[in-house]
């Protein structure tokens, strides 16, 4: 008999149709570790609810275009378990049993959480200047009528004490309580992801480095389990996801929210439209001007998808012999050859959506075996199996 392999567990929230980041980050790594794991991947709905909860028209499909490209991808059903997370009632059983194991201070320093509060009131921050900037310029203007060049002066000193009175009374209340921002679903949000992880007994988590401080959790779940009621949770161990990042078609970080994206299977007029509007050298106004590839998203295009050229094409960019459009039209001929296997087994998937859900219903029987194995153990040991 051969030696049992190690599980591992992964997962992405719902958010509808992935980018070529993703490609080459996660779902190229996934792809690897199912040949030498027991891999679960994990639709993970329920996690997606805690920031996304009043918008849910959407998640069925947003669901069916994540897992068209997890397949297209090469994620594949006979060597990996593919299931939604809302699916498998156990994880939420476990994430009861879980909550009693963790204290409300340790939830309180998740950097993540703390980043969420800090996004949050910097937006309320931000929102209240202008509204009081606003309200100062109506009530100088209603002192003074315009026009006079000396009264500018004066108006301009009003609205600054205007200005700063109002500051003054609204900055008590800047401070937004943790109690109005975050919902109790997302505080406890670590301890469903460690219930995730851990009712899989996985040894391994393929992560980012962002993400450590969560595994760090749920492996301090997984102890204080283990040490009060007995072993029954390995302690996973983080496989660090480490890939070059590919820049937005503006620069950025590639995301969604920035709408900067190239999709996996981006249909040929929409790629061509991204890429011929992308940013570019703001130095390089005409060709012969030398431009700055290391800053230039074309430029590393070029370093993923028309590799053996690179080389070339950086020094023709310095040395200002080489323009941008003809850059960008090169560049795009290789995405879109690129990008056809994964548009044709996307136009296949999307044909037939209920396919989709077939293979998570079959995903979903198999997660389902081996978390009731799971719970049955956990409730044993924890002497609540009456
Ligand atoms: S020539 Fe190419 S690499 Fe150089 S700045 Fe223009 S688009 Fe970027």
Same mark, same amino acid.
């Given at each position: 008999?051969?030696?049992?392999?190690?599980?591992?567990l992964?997962?992405?929230?719902?958010?509808?149709r992935?980018?070529i980041?993703?490609?080459?980050?996660?779902?190229g790594?996934?792809?690897?570790?199912q040949?030498?794991?027991?891999?679960y991947?994990?639709?993970?709905d329920?996690h997606?609810?805690?920031t996304?909860?009043?918008?849910?028209a959407?998640?069925?499909?947003?669901?069916?275009?994540?897992?068209?490209?997890w397949?297209?991808?090469?994620?594949?059903?006979e060597?990996?378990?593919i299931?939604?997370?809302?699916h498998?009632?156990?994880?939420?059983?476990?994430?009861i049993?879980f909550s009693?194991?963790?204290?409300?201070?340790?939830?309180?320093r998740?950097?993540?959480?703390k980043?969420y509060?800090?996004?949050?009131?910097t937006?309320?921050?931000?929102?209240?200047?202008k509204t009081?900037?606003k309200i100062a310029?109506?009530?100088?203007?209603?002192?003074?009528s315009?026009g006079?060049?000396?009264?500018?002066v004066?108006k301009?000193k009003?609205?600054?004490?205007?200005?700063?009175?109002l500051q003054?009374?609204?900055?008590?209340?800047?401070?937004?309580p943790?109690?109005?921002?975050?919902?109790?679903?997302?505080?406890g949000?670590?301890?469903?992801?460690?219930a995730?992880?851990?009712?899989?007994?996985?040894?391994?988590?393929?992560?980012g480095?962002?993400?450590?401080?969560?595994?760090?959790?749920t492996?301090?779940i997984a102890r204080?389990?283990?040490f009060?009621y007995?072993?029954?949770?390995?302690?996973?161990?983080?496989?660090?996801?480490?890939?070059?990042?590919?820049?937005g078609?503006?620069g950025?970080?590639?995301?969604?929210?920035?709408?900067n994206?190239?999709?996996?299977?981006?249909?040929?007029?929409?790629?061509k439209?991204?890429?011929?509007?992308?940013?570019t050298?703001?130095?390089?106004?005409?060709?012969?001007?030398?431009?700055h590839?290391?800053t230039?998203?074309i430029?590393?295009?070029?370093?993923?998808?028309?590799?053996?050229n690179?080389?070339?094409?950086k020094?023709?960019?310095?040395?200002g012999?080489r323009?941008?459009?003809?850059?960008? !039209?090169?560049v795009? @001929? *290789?995405i879109?050859a690129f /990008? =056809?296997p994964? #548009?044709e %087994?996307?136009?296949?998937?999307?044909?037939?959506?209920?396919?989709?859900?077939?293979?998570?219903?079959?995903?979903? !029987?198999?997660?389902r @075996? *081996?978390?009731?194995?799971? /719970? =049955?153990?956990? #409730?044993? %040991?924890?002497?609540?199996?009456y």
């Amino acid at each position: 008999m051969g030696k049992e392999r190690k599980v591992i567990l992964s997962g992405n929230r719902p958010t509808g149709r992935l980018h070529i980041g993703h490609l080459f980050g996660v779902l190229g790594n996934w792809a690897q570790l199912q040949s030498e794991y027991d891999t679960y991947f994990e639709v993970a709905d329920w996690h997606a609810l805690t920031t996304r909860y009043q918008d849910t028209a959407s998640m069925k499909k947003d669901i069916e275009d994540m897992v068209i490209d997890w397949l297209s991808a090469g994620i594949s059903p006979e060597k990996s378990v593919i299931f939604v997370q809302s699916h498998i009632k156990e994880h939420a059983e476990l994430h009861i049993l879980f909550s009693m194991l963790v204290s409300l201070s340790r939830l309180l320093r998740n950097p993540t959480l703390k980043e969420y509060v800090a996004e949050k009131q910097t937006l309320k921050l931000k929102t209240e200047k202008k509204t009081l900037n606003k309200i100062a310029e109506n009530i100088t203007q209603k002192v003074f009528s315009e026009g006079e060049k000396r009264e500018e002066v004066l108006k301009g000193k009003i609205k600054e004490h205007v200005l700063s009175e109002l500051q003054g009374i609204f900055s008590q209340d800047t401070e937004i309580p943790y109690g109005e921002i975050v919902n109790y679903g997302f505080l406890g949000y670590p301890v469903l992801q460690a219930a995730d992880i851990l009712i899989y007994r996985a040894h391994v988590v393929p992560i980012g480095k962002d993400q450590l401080p969560h595994l760090e959790l749920t492996r301090e779940i997984a102890r204080r389990f283990n040490f009060l009621y007995g072993e029954v949770f390995p302690i996973p161990e983080p496989v660090l996801n480490e890939f070059a990042k590919v820049p937005g078609t503006d620069g950025r970080k590639m995301s969604k929210s920035y709408n900067n994206t190239i999709l996996i299977g981006e249909d040929t007029k929409d790629l061509k439209k991204k890429i011929m509007s992308a940013y570019t050298d703001p130095k390089k106004i005409k060709k012969n001007d030398p431009g700055h590839p290391d800053t230039c998203p074309i430029f590393h295009y070029h370093m993923i998808f028309n590799k053996e050229n690179s080389d070339m094409i950086k020094e023709e960019c310095i040395k200002g012999i080489r323009g941008c459009v003809q850059c960008k !039209k090169e560049v795009f @001929e *290789k995405i879109d050859a690129f /990008m =056809e296997p994964y #548009r044709e %087994k996307r136009y296949e998937l999307e044909e037939k959506r209920e396919l989709i859900w077939d293979i998570i219903k079959e995903g979903d !029987k198999k997660a389902r @075996e *081996k978390t009731k194995e799971t /719970m =049955e153990l956990v #409730r044993e %040991k924890m002497k609540i199996d009456y």
